[in-house]
């Protein structure tokens, strides 16, 4: 017997002893490829020499890690929330001000460091609910259905947990989109809930397919009890915008086969591409009319962390439901309770989002010129990069019509997927890892999001700067020649 073995025999909590579903997580976004991309940092700072002088991180959406600067309105009112002495201070100007008082009027004791309702602050959910009224047309929104939320992600697994019951064949089965974003298929491992796959269509810009997803939900029917049907729009790797016509497609499945839709909305201002418009889940569903606005359920998720904000690290974030049973409510803000609630600075940038200065107000010209060059910028670093990817030969790339990333196709030659499997690893995992160790530039593989099988694809985000993406791109594709020159 090992040391170790003898010394883990002694331990309550073991790898045998632990939560098994935890075990059966995995999260691409942060996994291998990005703990070997630390490990390189740490051995060029040590002066290990490497073929490259730095790790060029292009595998998540971390804007601000990127180089995208914060949207200076935002930052003065959450420095006066967090300091209010400098409500003295005439450096700032008084819309900020006023918002900030505002803020810090609706938190007890006047402090951001207080808890909240576990709802979330009243004043913001109230902005929160007229953004969404302004946003969807005048549509309807009852503050009392909106929750504040620890980012979106907090919002997707909370009602996931809600959802998920039963044991076997009545097990609940929850649709997600291939590819998808890992924290889906991660929670629905946690939860012991059954993943139900539908693929998007990659011929057609990754968009959503009818008959696609009443295959998946037929053959699901046969094991599970499917009543969740997940989708990310802008799209979550696939970076496509779903149209309109889509979307009341989805909705009108989702009332017939009784389903429960979750809509996560995160990117709803990162729209890129000619023709393309985001449609909210619930303006639609409204315009289906009664039939349809009364009955089917929707629970819809946005964040402070994606769009032009940025702001991944204060975790800011809603969920609106809608048509949600009353006694189910009641449980689900219980649930949310146990938690005490979502960070109130996060809270208080939620509502900055959602309640930016207007036209006449002292921050209007400075923040609108910020949110336009940073949504500009964006729409460029979208077009460069699906242009870039094209021209290298066994890469093919899907319009970036929206979201923060490109999913690229890869044509990886028969020696390396044989010689990737000998390793006992999946062939764009392998194809990832060697860039990274070739390169220093870390990418997410396709097997990460899940694709097609005997299709391969890497994520990459659009968010470096454009000089670095410039490189970053030049990078990949002299990596690809050399790489399918190697292994042909």
């Known amino acids: 017997m090992t040391e170790n073995a003898a010394f883990s025999q002694n331990k309550v909590l073991t790898i045998d002893t632990m939560n098994p579903n935890v075990k059966k997580m995995e999260y691409a ?33 971390d804007a601000h890690a990127m180089g995208q600067q914060p949207i200076t309105f935002f930052r003065q009112v959450l420095a006066l929330c967090s300091y209010p002495e400098l409500l003295n201070d005439n450096m700032f100007p008084e819309d900020a001000k006023s918002r900030a008082r505002r803020i810090l009027q609706a938190c007890g004791g006047s402090s951001l460091g207080a808890y909240s309702a576990s709802q979330g602050i009243d004043c913001v959910r109230q902005d929160v609910a007229r953004y969404i009224e302004r946003r969807d047309g005048g549509v309807p929104c009852d503050p009392d259905n909106v929750y504040l939320t620890t980012g979106a992600s907090n919002g997707i697994v909370t009602m996931l947990q809600l959802l998920v019951c039963g044991e076997g064949a009545s097990k609940t089965g929850v649709m997600i989109s ?10 629905l491992a946690e939860l012991g809930a059954v993943q139900v796959n539908y693929y998007l269509n990659e011929e057609k ?37 779903q149209s309109r016509q889509c979307i009341e497609d989805v909705i009108r499945f989702a009332a017939k086969e009784h389903l429960f839709l979750m ?28 039939q349809y606005s009364n009955t089917v359920e929707l629970a819809s998720f946005h964040s402070t962390s994606k769009c032009y904000m940025g702001e991944c690290g204060f975790r800011g974030g809603y969920m609106e439901v809608i048509n949600m049973d009353p006694e189910v409510k009641a449980q689900l803000t219980k649930l ?23 036209p006449g107000e002292p921050s209007y010209t400075t923040f609108m010129k910020e949110r336009t060059a940073t949504l500009s910028l964006l729409a460029e670093k979208a077009k460069l990069t699906e242009e870039i990817l094209n021209t290298v030969p066994g890469i093919t790339c899907n319009p970036v019509q929206g979201a923060m990333y490109s999913f690229p196709n890869i044509s990886l030659p028969q020696k390396a997927i044989k010689e990737a499997k000998a390793l006992g690893q ?62 042909s």
């Open 205 to 241: 810009c990754w968009s959503m397919d009818l008959s696609e997803l009443e295959r998946s939900l037929a053959e699901a029917r046969k094991h599970c009890n499917p009543k969740v049907l997940c989708v990310i729009n802008p799209g979550n790797p696939t970076g496509q915008v």
């Open 263 to 290: 809509a996560d909305e995160v990117y709803q201002d990162n729209v890129y591409a000619e023709g393309c418009q985001f449609h909210s889940f619930k303006k639609v569903l409204f315009e289906l009319g009664p």
């Open 426 to 487: 999946v062939p764009d995992m392998f194809y990832c890892m060697k860039m990274l160790e070739e390169t220093g530039i870390c990418l997410v593989p396709g097997s990460g999001f899940g694709q097609k099988d005997g299709t391969y694809h890497f994520r990459m985000t659009i968010l470096p700067p454009t000089d670095k993406l410039k490189i970053l791109l030049a990078k990949v594709k002299e990596f690809h020649l050399k790489f399918t020159q190697q292994y």
């Open 336 to 358: 949310v309770s146990v938690r005490l609630c979502a960070p109130v600075p996060g809270q208080a940038l939620m509502d900055l989002v959602v309640n930016s200065p207007q």
């Open 29 to 61: 976004v942060r996994g291998p490829i990005v703990q070997r991309a630390m490990q390189i940092e740490k051995e060029l700072r040590e002066g290990v020499k490497k073929p490259f002088t730095e790790v060029i991180k292009a595998n998540i959406g």
């Open 178 to 187: 291939i590819p998808q974003y890992p924290l889906y298929s991660a929670a």
